[in-house]
């Protein structure tokens, strides 16, 4: 079975900070990765996704994220956080002969001005 | 362009009745999507056509959950008996070719209210 976690259901950043969003995948083969925002009555938005090129994608809005294979993990970061940042954070896997996707339970972030 | 559209946006209904949530895709997307999310969980997959075809319908929850495609392009999801565990945001996404690797595009969703 395939599963997403991700540690820590809110995150709170002051502007300028360190965005840090973590997610572990469980899976048996190196899945496809994904990374989606959700604005408040918006529909889920791809931010970055990875497909088994570089390891270290970089998304839009200035968020990147790094698949590191020997741990499981495909964290969201981005250097400096802005109060547009402020939404909802899902990861997701999908495996190469699957058309499923499993999403995490989402971690929403807060930026303090 | 025009990106993955839901209609209603809200829908109260009663316990036991039927209801229809429509949802319509990129135009030239083959892939077709099905989501439903509670409140405070992320997206749960229920069901993937790929062209007219219900290519993976594993995620619907039971026989009261059905979904259509007729042409290949808008899809029409189907609950019968309606019950208030059904409360759930619906959503919708379309690829453009179904590929493990492709990017889902959503839509805004359909928040159903099982009263």
């Known amino acids: 079975a395939q599963s997403v976690t991700q540690l820590g259901s809110h995150v709170s950043v002051s502007e300028g900070a360190l965005v840090l969003l973590r997610c572990n995948y469980s899976s048996s083969v190196p899945p496809y990765l994904f990374w989606y925002v959700q604005y408040p009555n918006q529909g889920l938005q791809l931010l970055l996704k990875?497909?088994?090129?570089?390891?270290l994608v970089k998304g839009i809005n200035g968020f990147e994220a790094e698949f590191k294979k020997s741990e499981t993990s495909f964290h969201l970061t981005k250097p400096s956080a802005h109060m547009s940042d402020a939404a909802e954070y899902f990861c997701a896997v999908s495996l190469r002969r699957s058309n499923q996707f499993y999403f995490g339970t989402g971690t929403s972030l807060t930026v303090i001005p | 362009g025009a990106g993955v559209s839901q209609t209603p946006s809200n829908k109260v209904t009663e316990k036991g009745k039927y209801v229809e949530l429509r949802c319509d895709p990129i135009s030239g997307h083959t892939a077709l999507y099905w989501y439903r999310q509670s409140l405070g969980q992320g997206p749960e997959f229920l069901i993937y056509?790929?062209?007219?075809?219900?290519?993976?319908d594993s995620g619907l929850p039971n026989d009261r959950f059905f979904a259509v495609r007729p042409e290949g392009s808008v899809s029409t999801l189907k609950i019968q008996r309606t019950e208030r565990g059904d409360s759930a945001v619906y959503l919708c996404a379309s690829s453009q070719s179904g590929g493990a690797s492709d990017t889902q595009y959503f839509g805004p969703g359909t928040r159903l209210t099982v009263l």
């Open positions: 056509f790929q062209g007219t075809g219900a290519a993976d």
């Open positions: 990875y497909t088994s090129a570089a390891t």
